[in-house]
């Protein structure tokens, strides 16, 4: 890894003071970004840590019912915060990569890679979450813009994400057990008016919606009728030596059916 | 470089570091603490397990400039006070836990992790906590059964899924 200057600063407009000045970049848990630079695929001057911010981690509830989680907050606290009042979600959380990773690896980093195998972008997505940042407010539909791509703007920092709650919700990891990440995965969350299905680990496009199954499933919310959808088109899948476009395209529908039955 | 202080297995050392240098780089290098390994480098063995602030990252996915002030523990610092192995540790070499050894420390501290969360875990959590902790020797039957035996439980004849 090239080195770099570590900067540490304690609130939000420090941070942003120090991204906004030449080569700098953001480090959450560094889950990601710390393998990235060892692997060299990722290299600056300045590396401002965002872990001293008090005021970004951490959980709550909003005048809306919604849950607010601070974009600093690891994996393992909304494990643990979330395991009653948005299971689903808890869950999600307590399956990403291992222990360890739990312990750094926070949502803001998460969200803001968007990696198209990550968990957290489904999660967001299906949820009809905000992304708050330090300048703007940002709804999941306009903020993931295709493989590792957000609507972030350079230096622009993931303070918030609010997630309203479901009905009933449930996420349907198939593992990719050398990397932990998911093959595929889908979150369902049905709402009142109206079920969202979010699938990640398929597109190279990244985190998508399946419409086809969010109208089914607002119609009748059962396993039963996303077996008779036709599953999505295999072309623009990712396709590698794990599997290939159309077994991916065929676990998006077995995914999804999983997730309905299992939805709390 | 600068200096990063932190409380280390109780007691409080310092050494120094880049910003680059890892949290077990500064162990191993700094404070020639070498129970930590590295054993994959990429973030995806365990080898480099230890404890911050309580809870367990990898060591070798941290800097350590970001960590002074914090409280660790490693390897070193699971012996009990008489210098005899701790519970965990004894368990290990009891139920055969480990071969070549090279990934013991890292599955210890993540052992250690999971019983303080869940001081009698079902054979099932064991496996799925010890996820991220990867042997090339035992095919972490053993592995299994010492944190089972370690946990003051019932050790199965043969570990089942
Ligand atoms: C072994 C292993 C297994 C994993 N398994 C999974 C898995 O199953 N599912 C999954 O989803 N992920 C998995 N991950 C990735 C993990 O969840 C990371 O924690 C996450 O992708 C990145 O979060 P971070 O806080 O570590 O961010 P970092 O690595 O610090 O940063 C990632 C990117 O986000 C930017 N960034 C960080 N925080 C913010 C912020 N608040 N605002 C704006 N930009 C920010 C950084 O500049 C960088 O570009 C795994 C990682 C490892 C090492
Ligand atoms: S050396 Fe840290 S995870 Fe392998
Ligand atoms: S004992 Fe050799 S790697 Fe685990």
Known sequence: ?264 | MGKVTMTVNGKSRTAEAEGRTLLVEWLREGLRLTGTHVGCDTSQCGACVVHVDGAPVKACTVLAQELDGAEVRTIEGMADADGSLGTIQQAFQDYHGLQCGFCTPGMVMSAASLLEENPKPSEAEVRHYLEGNICRCTGYHNIVKAVMAASGQEVAPVAAE
């Open chain 1, 1 to 264: 890894m090239y080195d770099f200057e570590l900067l540490k600063p304690a609130t939000i407009d420090e941070a942003a003071a120090m991204l906004a000045e030449g080569d700098a970049q953001a480090l959450g848990g560094g889950q990601t970004l710390i393998p990235t630079m060892k692997a060299r695929l990722a290299q600056m001057d300045r590396l401002v840590a965002l872990s001293g911010i008090d005021a970004i981690r951490g959980v709550c509830t909003d005048d809306d019912g919604r849950i607010c989680i601070g974009g600093g907050t690891s994996h393992a606290t909304v494990a643990r915060e979330y395991a009653k009042s948005y299971p689903a979600l808890a869950s999600l959380a307590g399956r990403i990569g291992d222990p360890a990773v739990r312990s750094r690896g926070t949502i803001g980093g998460s969200l803001a890679n968007n990696d198209p195998s990550a968990c957290y972008p489904a999660a967001a997505l299906a949820s009809n979450a905000t992304i708050v940042t330090n300048t703007r407010d940002i709804g999941a539909d306009d903020f993931f813009q295709g493989m590792f791509t957000t609507a972030l703007e350079e230096g622009e920092i993931i303070t918030e994400v609010r997630f309203p709650v479901p009905e009933k919700a449930a996420y349907e990891k198939f593992i990719q057990p050398a990397s932990r990440f998911p093959l595929v995965a889908v979150f369902v969350a049905k709402f009142a008016d109206g079920v969202r299905v979010a699938v990640t680990g398929a597109s190279s496009d990244g985190v998508f919606r399946w419409s086809e199954a969010e109208q089914a499933l607002s119609d009748d919310w059962s396993a039963d009728v996303v077996a008779g959808l036709a599953a999505p088109g295999a072309e623009g899948m990712i396709s590698d030596l794990h599997g290939d476009g159309a077994y991916r395209a065929h676990l998006v529908k077995v995914m999804t059916a999983r997730a309905v039955k299992g939805a709390v």
